[in-house]
């Protein structure tokens, strides 16, 4: 007889358990994942839970306020925020190759959150011993196998494994074993809102891996105006919870195009939309074409730099939801 409820009380036993007096670190990214890991966590060991929040500058718009505003004021969990956007982007701007990308964001991710957990380990309240993370069970199969097929790397998951030994601390990972749609179940027994619940997933590594090429703070620009008004056509057309994933990829391609009586030689967005269960297949999603028509001439009229909107129709497998 499975219920929230039941779960929620579980975990909060267990990490009490595993955590007894010691204190606790959380990585937060944003994501409902994490968030779901620290209010439980919060709930079960207080102030002795301190997160993360490492703001590696490519979040969508609006995200990094949205995020340190509802943990610190609605929830009052304590919260870092670390603004390191400068040194991950000038790291990424000459970089092409996707699992380069990812793996710098993964190591440059460690390095900052690790100098973060040091401040606080030295706060005069006891180092933490433990590091929490909203790892879930498609997280811990998919960094290492592909659909039960042969054992092979697509994608290095910057959320998995990342704990370097050297800060020798115990993970705590209250989610390991749920898929995404008991997460949310278990958010909304813990009180979080539905608009937060709700929300499609975001990759750790971000808008880089959905700029394909080098990263520059001007198409990271470009990205999140798109973006923006594509999830915003989404949610007037009431089909935001219908559909798994929703994004756009700035691609590293400029066309020609013809703006007014003038040429125009800007680059292509990619819209891509997905339904899925877990993440681990997924369908295109079939928008009718008056729809993306609609998207399209928003984003070509507003945001400077796109002058070409594509559809991604491809699904899972043979593609993957994200472009790199
Ligand atoms: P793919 O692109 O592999 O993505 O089909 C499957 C799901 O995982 C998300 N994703 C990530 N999530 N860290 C994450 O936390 C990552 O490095 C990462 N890469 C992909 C992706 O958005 C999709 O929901």
Request: aromatic share 8%; with cysteine; proline share 5%.
């Amino acid at each position: 007889d499975w219920s929230m409820a039941a779960y929620r009380a579980e975990m909060i036993a267990k990490i009490r358990a595993q955590v007894g007096d010691g204190r606790v670190i959380c990585g937060l990214s944003g994501g409902v994942d994490s968030s779901v890991a620290a209010v439980l966590i919060h709930e079960a060991i207080g102030d002795r839970l301190t997160c993360i929040y490492v703001d590696h500058g490519l979040m969508r718009q609006g995200e990094s306020e949205q995020v340190v505003g509802m943990f610190r004021d609605a929830y009052n969990i304590p919260l870092v925020h670390v603004d390191a956007a400068d040194l991950f982007i000038d790291a990424l701007e000459g970089e092409a190759d996707p699992e380069t990308k990812r793996k710098t964001i993964g190591r440059l991710f460690i390095e900052t959150f690790e100098a973060e957990a040091a401040k606080i380990a030295a706060d005069g309240r006891g180092a933490p011993g433990f590091l929490a993370q909203g790892t879930l069970y498609p997280d811990v199969i998919e960094s290492v196998s592909f659909s039960g097929g042969p054992s092979v790397t697509i994608k290095s998951h910057h959320n998995v494994g990342g704990l370097p030994d050297r800060m020798n601390m115990k993970l705590v990972e209250p989610l390991r074993e749920l898929f995404k749609d008991e997460v949310r179940a278990l958010g909304r027994e813990l009180g979080l809102p539905e608009s937060f619940i709700g929300r499609h997933p975001f990759p750790g590594p971000g808008l880089a891996i959905r700029c394909p090429g080098g990263v520059t703070r001007e198409k990271l620009d470009i990205l999140r105006k798109a973006d923006a008004i594509y999830l915003d056509e989404i949610r007037k057309a009431g089909l935001y919870d219908q559909i798994w994933q929703a994004f756009a990829v700035l691609l590293p391609v400029q066309t020609v195009g013809v703006m007014g009586d003038g040429r125009t030689y800007e680059f292509v967005l990619a819209l891509r939309a997905v339904t899925s269960v877990d993440g681990m297949t997924a369908d295109f999603y079939a928008f009718d074409m008056a729809f993306l028509g609609r998207a399209a001439t928003r984003i070509i009229n507003e945001v400077r730099g796109v002058n070409r909107v594509v559809y991604d129709v491809t699904s899972k497998p043979p593609g993957t939801i994200e472009w790199e």
